[in-house]
């Protein structure tokens, strides 16, 4: 059975763990990088959740896991709120997987 983590700040995702959640708190991009590229390694995860603040930081890195079909890397609200940097990332892989903006239509 697939497992659902989260990587982020400790204030951000402290909550997540009475959910059952794996929790991962970090303190740098550089970090959360490393604690991603391992949770995916290890191929226990479907679903990993990363703060926005992380996430902005870590495009590059986080662009390689793209189009594998496990684990889906979501981008969150961290502690201070959205950026709007995660819904952007959703309505792009949307409009990737279906060929059109089906969630705003602007």
């Known amino acids: 059975?697939?497992?659902?983590?989260?990587?982020?700040?400790?204030?951000?995702v402290l909550g997540f763990m009475a959910l059952g959640f794996s929790v991962h708190d970090v303190t740098d991009a550089e970090t959360a990088a490393k604690k991603i590229h391992a949770l995916v390694k290890s191929g226990d995860y479907a679903v990993i959740f990363l703060t926005e603040n992380y996430a902005a930081q870590l495009e590059e890195e986080l662009s390689r896991y793209k189009d594998l079909p496990l684990p889906a890397i979501v981008s969150i609200p961290g502690q201070?709120?959205?950026?709007?940097?995660?819904?952007?990332n959703i309505r792009s892989a949307v409009e990737r997987a279906v060929g059109a903006d089906i969630l705003f239509k602007e």
Do not use: C, F, L, Q
Request: net charge neutral.
């Open 1 to 12: 059975m697939y497992k659902i983590a989260i990587v982020g700040d400790r204030d951000a």
């Open 80 to 88: 201070g709120g959205s950026t709007g940097y995660g819904m952007n």
